[in-house]
């Protein structure tokens, strides 16, 4: 039967969800690739292993610490490939020290060129008590009032560390009642795992502040540790899933993976198809009525 376009884009508006292009995606919440799971490949050709992670059907991506060293003209390039593709850049995830007064100009452009929407400060080493963590939370807040005006969000990513006790206080405790409530609380659910910490209590807790979280497993098996494909260590994902979209303000997954027996390409797909398997509307909307 012949389908008119003008019928065409009348029955795609009564789908419950759409997809962009052939990238698989949840009904609400679309899900990327954290760069650094692929950052082997990524050194060797940017753009192949950019296509290659667009072909296996993720939605976007985030770009870790070595997009800062791009040219301008490498980061255009970047951009016409996203475009092409149909996938997006949703943040990228930098060093303390590109959020610093002299770096966070070039920030600012790099990010803007890419089509970012959040530029998330990655884990600091602690280099003393609560008042590194302090400091950390008041440079978070300097940049946000440098880049909110031009539409990019600031966020912080945490490791093990920001969940771990000092001095009576949990440091990631002190960063988010020292921000801004627009700065974003990017949830790693595996390294708060490994601290002891809980990733659902951690987002009923912060309500609205966690806009993305990397979806990187754990397993407390000391041959296993971070090298878990998705699915394989001891997060209960669905509860994590139901907490993050009903409670925690979740805008898009990024899949992370620091290592397995699979090749980090391989690795990645693997992840997206166990996710495909775990996430789906009904177990979230089950788990968020406690069924």
């Not at 795609?12 to 997809?19: E, L, R, T």
Request: net charge negative.
């Amino acid at each position: 039967m012949a389908i008119t376009r003008r019928t065409f884009v009348a029955l795609s508006a009564s789908f419950p969800f759409a997809f962009t292009n052939t990238s698989w995606a949840s009904p609400s919440i679309p899900l990327g690739l954290e760069m650094y799971s692929v950052r082997d490949e990524l050194a060797k050709n940017a753009e192949g292993t950019v296509r290659a992670v667009a072909a296996m059907g993720y939605a976007g991506l985030e770009f870790y610490a070595p997009y800062f060293d791009w040219s301008e003209t490498q980061t255009k390039q970047m951009r016409k490939v996203l475009d092409e593709l149909g996938i997006r850049c949703f943040s990228t995830h930098n060093d303390v020290k590109y959020l610093s007064r002299e770096n966070l100009a070039k920030v600012h452009d790099r990010n803007l060129i890419l089509g970012s929407k959040y530029v998330v400060q990655a884990y600091s080493e602690p280099k003393g008590g609560l008042d590194h963590w302090k400091s950390i939370a008041d440079g978070l807040n300097s940049a946000a009032e440098t880049l909110e005006p031009a539409g990019l969000k600031v966020g912080y990513h945490n490791h093990d560390a920001e969940f771990r006790v000092v001095d009576g206080v949990r440091p990631m405790e002190l960063i988010a009642k020292s921000t801004k409530k627009s700065i974003m609380l990017q949830l790693d659910v595996g390294t708060c795992l490994e601290a002891g910490g809980d990733p659902v209590a951690w987002i009923a807790a912060n309500p609205g502040r966690i806009h993305s979280l990397h979806l990187k497993d754990w397993s407390p098996d000391p041959a296993k540790g971070y090298k878990v494909v998705f699915g394989e260590g001891i997060a209960d994902w669905r509860k994590i899933f139901a907490a993050a979209e009903s409670t925690g303000g979740a805008e898009y997954y990024l899949m992370e993976q620091e290592g397995s027996q699979f090749p980090q390409l391989e690795t990645a797909k693997r992840c997206l198809e166990s996710y495909k398997k775990t996430h789906s509307l009904g177990a979230v909307n089950d788990e968020a009525a406690g069924k």
